[in-house]
């Protein structure tokens, strides 16, 4: 029921209060038939409330429980996405590190030009690697 963008920015802005159709496109630049779906998934899942007021549609979330809901699953992504981020950032610094065998380096003494192949166990079989050219 959350698993769709439009839905989850519907959900932001109506935690502002009650917001009518024509604001909630105008926030969210989205088609209205696009927004009218998932407006209509949100109702019958019990989420949103629809009133209407003469010619203007109004939603309005269900209940300050929905709200509560909305503020605690803001907190744990946030802090999941912090933590990817202290990875990632992690993992970019890794990869500015050189790695065996690139920069010129050998992997290890004395394997220069060579390839790995599946050997014998505990023993490392190489083959000399020759680039193939093409004419």
Do not use: C, K, N
């Amino acid at each position: 029921m959350l698993g769709h963008p439009v839905r989850i920015r519907v959900l932001e802005l109506l935690q502002h209060g009650p917001t009518p159709v024509r604001g909630l496109l105008a926030e969210l630049e989205v088609e209205p038939s696009s927004l009218s779906q998932q407006l209509a998934v949100l109702r019958r899942s019990g989420i949103v409330t629809a009133t209407r007021e003469g010619s203007t549609v109004v939603y309005a979330l269900a209940g300050a429980d929905v709200a509560d809901l909305l503020r605690a699953a803001r907190r744990i992504l946030t802090g999941l996405l912090a933590d990817r981020s202290v990875l990632l950032a992690e993992l970019r610094a890794a990869g500015e590190q050189p790695f065996p065998g690139t920069a010129g380096e050998q992997p290890f003494p004395g394997t220069a030009g060579t390839h790995p192949l599946p050997g014998a166990p505990g023993r490392a079989a190489h083959r000399q690697v020759t680039p193939r050219v093409t004419p």
